[in-house]
């Protein structure tokens, strides 16, 4: 199993840093498993001593090899990501990707090509952090674990530590703030509507506004990755759990209030900002929804049907008036009575827009056409599954300046 960290891109304030984009060498874990498969020991050695020696040391070393499976359930496993603090590091990843969309502008094109391309290379920064987000769900309920075996002295399992899942939940609450979410004027004032022969394509964002770029599709689609994270029905059960045994870490309720005080109106929202604000408190109420009409655990739909009870309460006492937000907040309360009143129909959202696709690691061949790293894209773009110009727009914020 090789080791993907996620591109490195560093910002202190001033400038960004891409001295360590990728690394240069193959991953810790890569090198133990071939010093473990492939050294030769000097004669009279004991093999099985010196092999246990080698993962002792990775032990010491802090690397430990775990694999897809333990994905979502363990608080340090992820598929693309840099460090050991997931809470931290999407913290950081938001830092660089504000200061880059503060940024962003036709530079990232080159000369002649049109301007609505800007996109192309918009999507892929916008959505920088989408394996962070992934990343930081799982430290909630999540457990640090061994695949112990009687007798080696390993602790087999603990939870997460209360003040990881809060660094985690923090910073996923962060990311769906409409600070976070909307986009520079500058950005909107230059994409016009794509010219003839430049059709869209499953690597843009959805649109609700035809042939003229969105402003609040995008917020959607990056809210609704989080909360699709976040309120998975297994991480659902495994937060009211961990909550039963030990008080102190989060509960399932604790993380659903959380995400649905985002939605509270705020007076110091620009206009803009008050309409995606209105968009995520929708993407965050149509998962609550989904989780108190379809998680497997009974208690997990109690506690979520107690808190859209809450929100739809709220959303009553919010829908007096003739503005935006007693327009949002009426719909929404009559969406939960029709929820309530008709338990037997399935929840499902009017509008589920979908993000472009990105997954690096395990995606079937067709979905090559996304973004890629390592060995495996490069197999693939000889194999002519996949254009590799992606790559461009990796590091959007800085490509073709010289332009």
Not at 201 to 209: A, G, I, K, M
Not at 303 to 322: F, K, T
Not at 368 to 393: E, H, I, N, P, Q
Request: charged share 25%; proline share 7%; with cysteine.
């Amino acid at each position: 199993m090789l080791d993907y960290p996620h591109p490195l891109i560093t910002w202190d304030g001033s400038e960004f840093d891409y001295s360590e984009v990728y690394d240069v060498d193959i991953g810790e874990w890569d090198k133990v498993s071939i010093q473990y498969g492939y050294s030769v020991f000097p004669p009279g050695a004991d093999e099985a001593a010196e092999l246990d020696r080698i993962l002792d040391e990775a032990w010491e070393q802090d690397i430990r090899y775990l694999t897809g499976q333990d994905a979502s359930a363990h608080a340090r496993v992820d598929q693309w990501s840099n460090g050991t603090d997931a809470g931290a590091e999407l913290d950081r990843m938001l830092d660089v990707r504000r200061a880059a969309m503060d940024r962003f502008g036709e530079r990232v094109i080159r000369k002649g090509t049109p301007m609505a391309q800007m996109e192309e290379v918009l999507v892929p920064l916008y959505m920088h952090h989408r394996y962070q987000v992934t990343a930081a769900a799982s430290v909630l309920g999540g457990m640090h674990y061994t695949y112990a075996t009687r007798g080696d002295g390993l602790e087999p399992v603990r939870p997460a530590s209360a003040d990881e899942q809060k660094r985690a939940l923090d910073a996923l609450v962060r990311s769906l703030q409409p600070a976070e979410l909307t986009i520079p004027a500058k950005v909107l004032d230059d994409l016009p509507p794509r010219p003839a022969g430049y059709g869209r394509t499953r690597e843009l964002f959805p649109r609700y506004t035809g042939s003229m770029f969105d402003a609040v599709s995008p917020a959607v689609v990056a809210s609704a990755h989080v909360v699709g994270e976040v309120l998975e029905p297994s991480r659902a059960a495994r937060l009211l759990e961990q909550n039963a045994l030990d008080g102190s870490l989060p509960g399932l309720g604790d993380v659903i209030g959380a995400l649905t005080a985002v939605g509270d109106p705020n007076a110091a929202d620009s206009p803009y900002e008050a309409e995606v604000r209105r968009a995520i408190g929708r993407v965050v109420a149509d998962g609550v929804m989904s989780l108190a009409g379809a998680a497997a655990m009974p208690q997990v739909r109690a506690v979520a049907a107690q808190h859209l009870g809450w929100l739809g309460d709220a959303a009553e006492g919010r829908s007096m008036g003739d503005d935006h937000n007693a327009a949002h907040f009426a719909l929404l309360a009559r969406d939960i009575r029709r929820f309530d009143e008709r338990p037997h129909e399935p929840w499902a959202p009017l509008v589920t827009p979908d993000a472009p696709p990105g997954a690096p690691i395990g995606s079937a061949p067709m979905d090559w056409t996304g973004f890629g790293t390592g060995l495996g894209s490069t197999l693939a773009a000889r194999a002519g599954l996949v254009d590799l110009t992606w790559l461009d727009k990796l590091v959007p914020f800085c490509a073709y300046e010289q332009w």
